[in-house]
């Protein structure tokens, strides 16, 4: 095609965003995030502790923004309008191919790899909007709200249908579960959310927390660790 006929490239009228990623455990490259999905009450014991019936309802789902991200070993500043900041430890599954309506002995082969996650949530916020009938967003969508490791592939990891799954807080052990436990497991989580939307090659979906989520306060360490996954390590400085 000659020069004069050539698409004209892209331009934006403000600067492109940064592409939130994250990283490859023993790799220079980085997994590009498109998508964040957090599957809500996804053990029995974290649904009794926020007052809900642990009986195997369908999943839910809401979002965070992808930039949201945070890489492992990060010092994160307390965020604003809340007194009331928590973690929750929980699996993350990194989609590497896309699909719908994918079938539960398919859904495996969708998956890139595994890390850690926090789904820190300003739990105030959250449990004033659960009382108005109002989106989660304030609560669970905002910034640097999702802490990760490394990405584990499964070519290395497998897929860790069991496993031990902890948080400490400044040392002190304050979650701990096992990924059976899981109500909704990876492969039928991947093939319920399929159907109602086309899962993209960048989602990560997070997994859910098991009981004894609470506050983190300022110069506080969080660590967690999914046993055969990895580990994180974030603290928390005066915003």
């Known amino acids: 095609m000659p020069d004069s006929q050539a698409p004209a490239a892209k331009q934006y009228v403000i600067a492109q965003p940064e592409q ?14 498109r998508r964040i999905w957090c599957v809500g009450r ?8 926020m007052g809900h019936d642990p009986d195997r309802e369908p999943p839910f789902f809401f979002q965070k923004p992808s930039d949201a991200v945070m890489p492992n070993h990060s010092a994160i500043p307390y965020p604003p309008m809340t007194k009331d900041l928590q973690h929750e430890i929980e699996l993350v599954v990194c989609i590497g191919k896309s699909g719908k309506n994918i ?4 859904a495996l082969d969708y998956v890139y790899g595994y890390c850690v996650g926090l ?6 916020l959250q ?3 659960k009382k108005l ?18 990405i584990v592939p499964t070519s290395k990891s497998g897929h860790p249908f069991k496993g031990e799954i902890w ?5 002190a052990v304050k979650q701990k579960g096992d990924l059976a436990q899981h109500i909704w497991q990876i492969d039928e989580t991947i093939s319920f959310l399929s159907d109602y939307v086309a899962i993209e090659a960048g989602d990560i979906i997070m997994m859910g927390t098991p009981a004894g989520v ?24 005066k915003g």
């Open 20 to 33: 939130a990623a994250i990283a490859v455990e023993g790799s220079d490259k980085l997994f590009p995030v």
């Open 42 to 49: 996804n053990y029995a014991d974290h649904a009794r502790e």
């Open 103 to 106: 079938p539960k002995d398919k």
């Open 119 to 124: 789904d820190m949530t300003r739990r105030d």
């Open 127 to 129: 449990t004033d909007a």
């Open 133 to 150: 009938g109002r989106p989660w967003e304030p609560g669970k969508s905002f910034d640097q709200s999702a802490p990760v490791s490394a």
């Open 167 to 171: 948080v400490k807080v400044n040392g």
């Open 214 to 237: 609470g506050p983190v306060a300022v110069g506080e360490k969080v660590e967690g660790h999914i046993a055969g996954i990895g580990d994180i390590t974030v603290t928390y400085t």
